[in-house]
């Protein structure tokens, strides 16, 4: 059974972030719900490292960047990530794309290591599912 929900004045519920939390020096970016599912996935940065992670429903949060820095390199806006039905796709700090999947598996290059990318959005296609054989950049 499932709690009774109650209004109660902004700010005054209870949260997983706490003033402590955010005093930490952890800092939570670019947070998306994954299209059609109760996944959400957020970048978390803890001194200068940033990291990707996910959580389904009630289930713990992992990581999915294993190891890489997905922060983008680009300071200008266009999203360090995109969530979609299957995995995320970042743009890691060396400037490639990588497809991070929910599921087993560690995040694959997408791009070549020549260049940069500035926003990994437009990897997704309208089905919310990412290309691996024609990538767009």
Known sequence: MSPEKQNKPFGTWPSPITPEL????????????????????????????????????SDAPYELSAGFNPSGGVGYGGGEFCAGLDGAVFADKDGRLYFAPYGPGSPRALTPAFGSSANPKPMMNTAGTYSTTKVRV
């Open 22 to 57: 955010i005093g930490g020096s952890i800092r939570f970016s670019d947070v998306q719900w994954a299209p059609g599912s109760g996944r959400l996935v957020w970048c978390q940065s803890l001194s200068g490292k940033t990291s990707l992670l996910t959580q389904l429903g």
